[in-house]
């Protein structure tokens, strides 16, 4: 085969075999592809799968400390598969998670939302609230008591005494960004969130003012998380009943 043969100004002449050369540059190759299709090799499991759900909702579905993003983990599991059901049929808007739940079925959203809530990592330190003190007994005093002259339920009345959830359905509002809170229930109020018919939370939600929003969500996201952060279940309290007709909480 002839030789690739190069010269130089100062008389320096080089000369290159080509089969030499390209017998070299495959073995190489040969060499390198096993190692990148090692390094390549995930596990096929959900909770490798799950990661990306853990980039944003933090390890173990715990939440991240970027004040946003709401912490899954040990959330009912009818709560949780209810919201993937409604981001996929864009009852909840939020173009990240609609476009990771648009094709999925309705098994694998529940095995998705089986894991999560089984998981129970330790909770974060509640935000540092910088509120005045009137603005968060307001938020007491609704979360607690309610309002009855705008026919305000407590809050209490439907996520529990300890406002850590009611399994399978209601969510816990203890241990979510304030910002979140805020957000959520203008999302409500401007009917870019939804639930099931009858939507208890959007008829409560028009009944709030703008300080009123503030005022729950400051308080609620200052508060410690009980010594049973668990979500006690509907069955084990006596005579349980919600104070308004709601959709997503069925028998």
């Known amino acids: 085969m002839t030789n690739l043969s190069f010269s130089f100004s100062n008389g320096l002449r080089l000369s290159l075999r080509p089969l030499a050369f390209f017998s070299s540059l495959l073995r ?43 912490r899954i983990a040990g959330k009912p599991e009818g709560y949780l598969y209810n919201q993937l059901i409604n981001f996929r049929d864009a009852k909840r808007t939020y173009p990240l998670m609609t476009y990771m739940v648009t094709n999925l079925s309705d098994a694998y959203l529940k095995e998705i939302a089986q894991y999560f809530s089984a998981q129970h990592p330790p909770y974060s330190a509640p935000q540092i609230s910088e509120a005045s003190p009137a603005i968060l007994e307001r938020g007491r005093l609704l979360v607690q008591q309610g309002d009855k002259a705008k026919n305000i339920p407590a809050c209490i009345s439907c996520h529990g005494e300890k406002m850590t959830g009611i399994a399978p359905f209601i969510p816990g509002l203890l241990g979510l960004p304030r910002d979140y809170i805020v957000a959520q229930l203008g999302a409500w109020q401007t009917s870019s969130r939804h639930a099931t018919a009858p939507d208890c939370m959007q008829k409560i939600s028009l009944k709030l003012q703008p300080q009123d929003i503030g005022a729950v969500s400051a308080w609620l996201a200052a508060q410690h998380m009980p010594a049973n952060p668990q979500a006690i279940a509907a069955k084990d309290i006596p005579h349980f009943k919600l104070p308004l007709a709601c959709g997503s909480v069925t028998e």
């Open 28 to 70: 190489t190759c040969c060499v390198c592809l096993p190692i990148l299709a090692s390094a390549q090799t995930v596990p096929d499991t959900l909770e490798q799968r799950l990661k990306a759900c853990t980039s944003c909702h933090g390890k173990d579905g715990r939440a991240t400390s970027d004040g946003y993003y709401p």
